[in-house]
């Protein structure tokens, strides 16, 4: 880095430490100038000043190599450090970022970028955003600010702008110069424009998108937006053709011509491509036609009566408690005399009672009958020799335990 010359080869305080004739600065021009370029060099490794464009993306990587020298060394001399650095970006004062500002960190063993699309709200407002980078091994931080002016663009904003889906890339592939780069040639390729710059670039993630499984090494997918100073191509037409839109709307592949053009690095969605033309879009701003500031005359002004009369409430108070007390109150006694004067259980409890008397009165006359013992209990004659057989169990006739036929021997 050079250094502002601040002093001239006449200056009796400028040395050059050769020849004869040298002369030597003074303790106090010594510590003057020590202060000064410890104060040059902290300042511009510190601070970082960056110039985007409104309307125009902005990429912003913050290098791990840049941060290691705010970290001290592994206590092995000679050995590579390779301490994993995590990076937190607000803006100053605030505990986020800008909306229109986005920042990306894989790993932290890979570079962090900061990348958006500035609004012109904030043309000539300086941004400034605080940088703080972890060493997670040795949990020391350090903080830089980066100092984001942002410029008028010309022709802003491009009135043609198209956003492409990338299926086979990430957002922090995308961002890469050489990559993205190659993206606008195809492009630049495909549309021929005289002007073509990259708005905006947007993760799937942040449209709704889901994170893809880990096989086949699979990616989230990117939108990439651009915009052009001519209409567009042909080629971009045809994904508005019915056929194609036919065979979107059944999950196929439209037919591009200019496809090919793409496919050897981007696996491009043609079905997801969005095409805005700015020139046909009606403006909704409807221009505000200041006045004088005072309202047309619409007559005389009559405030109201003070001699208003009060209004009673009582009368519509009992009518809002009376009628649906009284509704209840009916409800209640209908439900009452249905539950307690109209219920079958009491027929019932009537029945089982009087069968449960009834068993009783005959159990009480089967304990106390007297009765004749049937013919079959009684002395009989024997048919052939005519002698009297006397019955089985004739010991006991008031047995109420003997059976009314006996057994035949």
Not at 94 to 121: C, F, K, M
Not at 207 to 222: A, Y
Not at 239 to 247: G, H
Request: charge should be neutral; aromatic fraction near 10%; charged fraction near 20%.
């Amino acid at each position: 880095m050079q250094l502002p010359r601040w002093w001239e080869p006449g200056d009796p305080c400028a040395w050059t430490g050769q020849g004869r004739g040298t002369r030597r600065m003074s303790p106090a021009t010594t510590g003057t100038f020590l202060l000064t370029v410890y104060t040059i060099f902290s300042k511009v490794h510190s601070d970082r000043n960056v110039y985007p464009s409104a309307g125009v993306l902005f990429v912003h990587v913050l290098e791990r190599e840049y941060f290691k020298g705010e970290f001290p060394p592994y206590p092995k001399p000679g050995e590579i450090s390779n301490d994993p650095i995590t990076f937190n970006t607000n803006l100053m004062g605030y505990p986020d970022r800008p909306g229109w500002l986005r920042y990306i960190q894989r790993t932290p063993y890979s570079d962090g970028v900061l990348y958006g699309s500035p609004t012109a709200e904030n043309v000539g407002k300086p941004t400034i955003i605080e940088i703080t980078a972890y060493n997670r091994r040795t949990f020391e931080t350090a903080r830089h600010n980066l100092i984001i002016n942002i410029m008028s663009a010309e022709d802003f904003p491009l009135p043609y702008q198209a956003e492409f889906f990338i299926k086979n890339m990430n957002v922090e592939e995308m961002l890469a110069s050489e990559v993205l780069g190659d993206f606008l040639g195809a492009v630049k390729n495909v549309w021929q424009p005289e002007r073509l710059n990259a708005i905006n670039i947007t993760s799937a993630l942040d449209r709704g998108g889901r994170v893809p499984l880990p096989i086949n090494d699979m990616k989230e997918g990117v939108y990439v937006m651009v915009g052009a100073d001519v209409p567009f191509s042909s080629c971009l037409r045809e994904v508005e053709n019915p056929q194609n839109q036919l065979r979107c709307s059944q999950e196929m592949e439209p037919v591009i011509t200019c496809d090919k053009k793409f496919r050897t690095q981007f696996y491009i969605d043609w079905c997801k491509i969005s095409l805005v033309d700015k020139t046909k879009q009606v403006s909704t701003y409807q221009e505000v036609i200041r006045g004088e500031g005072i309202l047309p005359d619409g007559g005389e002004y009559k405030p109201p009566s003070d001699s208003l009369k009060s209004r009673d409430y009582y009368t519509d108070f009992l009518i809002t408690l009376a009628v649906p007390s009284a509704v209840a109150l009916v409800l209640f006694l209908i439900l009452a005399y249905i539950m307690c004067c109209r219920r079958e259980g009491v027929i019932q409890l009537v029945h089982h009672s009087a069968i449960q008397k009834s068993t009783k009165e005959l159990r009480d006359m089967s304990k106390n009958r007297e009765i004749a013992w049937p013919l079959s209990t009684l002395p009989v004659f024997h048919p052939v020799t005519g002698e009297l057989i006397r019955p089985l169990h004739a010991d006991s006739y008031e047995s109420t335990n003997m059976p009314l036929m006996q057994t035949q021997q």
